[in-house]
């Protein structure tokens, strides 16, 4: 969300109530980005840790739990350090890593995999988490991003509360960019912790998802991508 509202007509106050009909016209086309307030940077990370850990404490409190005990006592503290610097730092786009492309003209057309991408990220709704593996490849056109690089994105958009579709779609859509290609492929296959550790608690399923864009739309295309990985069932 880059804050700006052509018509008005979304209240500032309900910033995170926004939805598909407030936003208007220009922003159809970013559906997929992470719903944010827009004043979502005014305040600093570290005022951001201290008004979590007062809460956190709160909510521990409420719950009944002695903060005096000795190993219950930083519990606050260390939670609200580690959403803002850890599982929650890719909201900030100060944290997303710089492109370094390097032109590689030999590399032109051809498809670059690379797969079993380990990510973590945590569900929206319940804030537990997703886990598992993701794949991407993109046909070059001519620019080509170092392997490491294609990692850090997939961890940069994991690390927001996330539904796996979009973070899915967030990642492909970044690397087209970052690429200038309009062919990428992602798949992220994951397990999620609100299915498996409560609600139904079913412990083996994993969930699927995938972003097709350019000539990975192309049967043939897809299915090479998707030998690579193991997954051309
Ligand atoms: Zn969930």
Known sequence: MNGKHKNGVH?????????????????????????????????????????????????????????SDDSLNGTPHRVAKMYIKEIF????????PAPTL??????????LVEKDITFFSNCEHHFVPIYG????????SGKVIGLSKINRIVQY??????????????????????LDTGSVAVVMDAAH???????IQDT???????????????????NEFLKYIGMNK
């Open 11 to 67: 209240n500032h106050k309900n910033n995170d109530k926004m939805n598909m009909e407030e936003m208007g016209d220009e922003h159809v086309a970013s559906s997929y980005e992470t719903p944010l307030r827009e004043d979502a940077f005014e305040v600093s990370d570290d005022t951001k840790i201290k008004l979590i850990e007062e809460r956190f404490r709160e909510i521990m409190e409420i719950m009944g739990l002695d903060l």
């Open 204 to 222: 083996n399923s994993t969930t699927v998802t995938s972003y097709y864009s350019g000539k990975f739309q192309e049967e043939a295309t897809r």
């Open 193 to 199: 912790m609100c299915v498996s550790s409560r609600g």
């Open 89 to 96: 730092s890719g909201l900030n786009p100060a944290n997303k």
């Open 157 to 178: 958009f994991s690390r927001r509360p996330q539904v796996q579709e979009r973070l899915t779609i967030q990642i492909g859509k970044e690397l087209e960019k970052m």
């Open 133 to 140: 593996k993701a794949h991407v490849a993109y046909i070059s």
């Open 102 to 111: 390097f032109e590689n003209v030999y590399k032109y057309n051809e498809m």
